[in-house]
């Protein structure tokens, strides 16, 4: 289960940002993740409730937004989401589909007081 791995890092992110700025509680931490991690919400939401009791963000909400893959065409340059890993131009057909966003995994915010 990689999602334990993660949300450590999360949590020592959302930690030392807030006590760089001399934060004494965080009352929330937003993560963006893309599709493509293949992170399941429930396993990180369960794993980062484990590990932030007993430390300043023992009481933080946590706000997870996915972030969907897009892709563009290289042949023919149409943006579009997909669902799946490999992509295909639905314009026409061709593999090459550079990815624009899905592959985050990043704190994007976090509220401190
Ligand atoms: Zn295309």
Known sequence: MHEAGIAQSILDIAVNTAKNNSAGRITLVAVRI??????????????????????????????????????????????????????????CGSSKVSLISGSELEVSHIEVE
């Open 34 to 91: 893309g599709k493509m991690s293949a992170v399941d919400e429930a396993s990180l939401r369960f794993a980062f409730d484990a590990l932030k009791a007993g430390t300043i963000a023992e009481n933080a909400a946590f706000d997870y937004t996915e972030v969907p893959l897009r892709g563009k065409c290289l042949d023919c340059g149409a943006e579009k989401e997909f669902e799946g890993y490999f992509m295909n131009c639905p314009g």
